[in-house]
């Protein structure tokens, strides 16, 4: 509960009516209920401490943004993997095919997709998950698999995407240091522990873009328990 400033002021006017021939204890009582407004107040904010902690992520520049400052005409943006070449001809042709479905809403397991990249993995169509974009994906893997006091292990400084989820999720996350901007697999064996459920793996690495080898993974897998989730992009 949180007391608003004008129930707070008709509760120190009713206490000073009633305690008006004592007046240091109408002192006294106003000191204690300001003192828990403050307490409630702050221990009840709404928003969560690993929440407010969150920095916002910080895009790189817009070329149109370069431009006004840029007397350069080529401008190539080479953040945010995006094509610089456009969509394909083939991929505008099947949006505007389905646009004409808009107003349906779209089949949201996405079968038929799932059954044609099962078909050419044969692989079981159960085990074929999509998102929208790996940090969707990501997202899921957070709320399905972690509850009461999961612990998540990854590498410091590696892919933000995965650092804001992992931080905004609540659980106790384990930051590794990198060795020399690589991440540390033998450090964050050690960190394994019964509580760990996600570890995240990002090869190669962004920003670093420094990688670790398969057989240097190979070695690290092997110490992982069968009960955590190996999340590797
Ligand atoms: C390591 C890593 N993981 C995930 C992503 C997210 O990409 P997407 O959601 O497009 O798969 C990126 C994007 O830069 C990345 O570098």
């Not at 106003?30 to 929440?51: G, Q, T």
């Not at 993997?81 to 505007?96: D, H, Q």
């Not at 995407?161 to 996350?173: E, H, K, T």
Request: net charge positive; glycine share 6%.
């Amino acid at each position: 509960m949180i007391i608003e400033e004008k129930e707070l002021t008709q509760l120190k006017v009713k206490i000073h009516d009633i305690s008006k021939n004592y007046p240091l204890v109408d002192l006294i009582y106003i000191y204690i209920i300001l003192i828990s407004y403050k307490f409630i107040h702050y221990s009840m904010s709404l928003v969560p401490k690993y929440i407010k902690n969150l920095s916002p992520y910080v895009p790189g520049r817009r070329i149109e943004d370069v431009k006004s400052f840029s007397d350069t005409s080529n401008i190539i943006k080479l953040s945010s993997n995006e094509n610089p070449l456009g969509p394909s001809n083939k991929s505008i042709i099947e949006a505007r095919k389905v646009i004409k479905n808009a107003h349906r809403y779209p089949d949201s397991s996405g079968y038929n997709l799932r059954k044609l990249l099962a078909g050419k993995y044969s692989i079981n169509i159960d085990n074929v998950i999509l998102g929208n974009g790996s940090e969707g994906i990501m997202s899921t893997i957070i709320r399905t698999f972690l509850h009461g006091d999961d612990q998540l292990i990854s590498s410091e400084d590696s892919f933000i995407g995965f650092r804001v989820l992992a931080n905004a999720s609540g659980y106790l996350v384990h930051w590794v240091k990198t060795d020399n901007y690589y991440y540390d697999l033998c450090s964050i064996a050690k960190k394994i522990n019964k509580k760990t459920k996600i570890i995240y793996l990002a090869n190669p690495d962004n920003p670093t873009g420094t990688y670790f080898t398969k057989s240097v993974f190979d070695d690290f897998i092997k110490k992982v328990p069968r009960k955590s989730i190996g999340y590797i992009r």
